[in-house]
Nanobody, 125 residues
């Protein structure tokens, strides 16, 4: 599975973006998908995941980020609102076993899944 992210950019604090991730083939039923991020000097961390329509979020983005999926378009979205400077990072889309994606533990075993190249988000204060 090849994943291609887009939609990142530079915004001011409080701004919004919509990140997209297109998969090279259908993943529904085979994998769960999620969004992860990594800022300079920090480990990659889970942000949001979706499993058969059920979403889960890291507490740091709860209420501000929304993950959604359009299976017909093989596309995963992350709507990010009320952005903060600490949200600045490279955002990655991933597909993998549901148990690993939903718990964000895929970051500890990245070879279990598929990763995109990332799309950068920069938030200025």
């Amino acid at each position: 599975v090849h994943l291609l992210e887009s939609g990142g950019g530079s915004v001011q604090s409080g701004g919004s973006l919509t990140l997209s991730c297109v998969a090279s083939r259908y993943t529904s039923g085979a994998y769960c998908m999620g969004w992860f991020r990594q800022s300079p000097g920090h480990r990659r961390e889970g942000v949001a995941a979706i499993d058969n329509g059920s979403a889960s979020y890291d507490e740091s983005v709860e209420g501000r980020f929304t993950i959604s999926q359009d299976n017909a378009k093989r596309t995963l979205y992350l709507h990010v609102n009320n952005l903060k400077p600490e949200d600045t990072a490279m955002y990655y889309c991933a597909a993998g076993p549901c148990w690993a994606v939903a718990t964000f533990s895929l970051v500890r075993s990245p070879n279990l899944g598929y990763w995109g190249q990332g799309t950068p988000v920069t938030v200025s204060s």
